[in-house]
């Protein structure tokens, strides 16, 4: 094992359900920091779009909310890390969401002399998650999201666009889906690394600002 590096960055992992607001929450923290926030679901979406071959192995996987190959992801997150080195910190969301994965990001990091800084779960009541993802929109061509809660407009505040959907996944069948693989193989995650750092649990069915708020007391700058 290498020594640890002291100028490593520093890796923090969002974990929590879907709709808990990894998202939402790691782009604050990286827009606040000037970390990178490296988030599996969008470079996948971004791979669909593209049509890459990444792209159109994962369509049908993800349409169904099941989890793409624990080797695919984990090579697409390490080489995406390695294209872009020496950043202050890295944001995990969305990875790893099985032990597969957290076993194969450990053994990159150790290999680079970096490591898992902190562990950071978002919980969230599962009807409030259910009702975030079906409630979720988003413009077509600037991604800004929206809320059926809280008001879509006729079209982008950002960009003018017309079209704001919602993510092909956020339907019912493929929440409950989504929600179960999370449960039966993302939650293990947490028992892998309950041994190796302290794991912090905030509870997220506040509001943005609070859960923001909750995480900067867990993690100061
Ligand atoms: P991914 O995109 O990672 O989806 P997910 O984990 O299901 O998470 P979401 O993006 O739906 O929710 P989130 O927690 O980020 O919440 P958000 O901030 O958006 O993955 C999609 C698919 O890709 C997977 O199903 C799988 O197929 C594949 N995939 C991805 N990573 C993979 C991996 N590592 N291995 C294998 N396959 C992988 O918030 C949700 C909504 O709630 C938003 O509208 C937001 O505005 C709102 N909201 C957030 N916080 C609050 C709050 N505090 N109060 C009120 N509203 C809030």
């Given at each position: 094992m290498t020594a640890a590096n002291t100028s490593a960055p520093q890796f923090v992992i969002l974990f929590g359900a879907p709709g808990a607001g990894k998202g939402t929450q790691a782009t604050l923290l990286a827009e606040q920091r000037g970390w990178v926030q490296l988030s599996t679901g969008d470079m996948l979406r971004k791979a669909v779009a593209e049509q890459t071959p990444l792209g159109k192995q994962a369509e049908s996987i993800m349409a169904a909310g099941q989890l793409v190959p624990d080797d695919i992801i984990t090579n697409v997150v390490t080489a995406h890390i390695e294209t872009n080195p020496l950043q202050l910190g890295y944001l995990l969301d969305?990875?790893?969401?099985t032990v597969e994965q957290a076993q194969g990001l450990q053994e990159w990091l150790e290999k680079k002399g970096y490591k898992v800084n902190a562990l950071i779960v978002l919980d969230v009541d599962e009807q409030k998650l259910i009702d975030r993802l079906l409630g979720r929109r988003a413009c077509a061509n600037c991604g800004k999201g929206y809320h059926t809660s809280t008001g879509v407009p006729k079209a982008c505040t950002q960009c003018g666009e017309e079209q704001i959907t919602a993510r092909k996944d956020d339907n019912i069948t493929t929440i409950q889906e989504r929600l179960q693989i999370y449960h039966k193989q993302t939650t293990p995650v947490l028992d892998y690394y309950a041994s190796r750092l302290a794991v912090a649990h905030i509870p997220?069915?506040?509001?943005i600002e609070e859960v923001k708020d909750a995480i900067a007391a867990v993690l100061p700058l």
């Open positions: 969305g990875f790893p969401r997220a069915d506040t509001t």
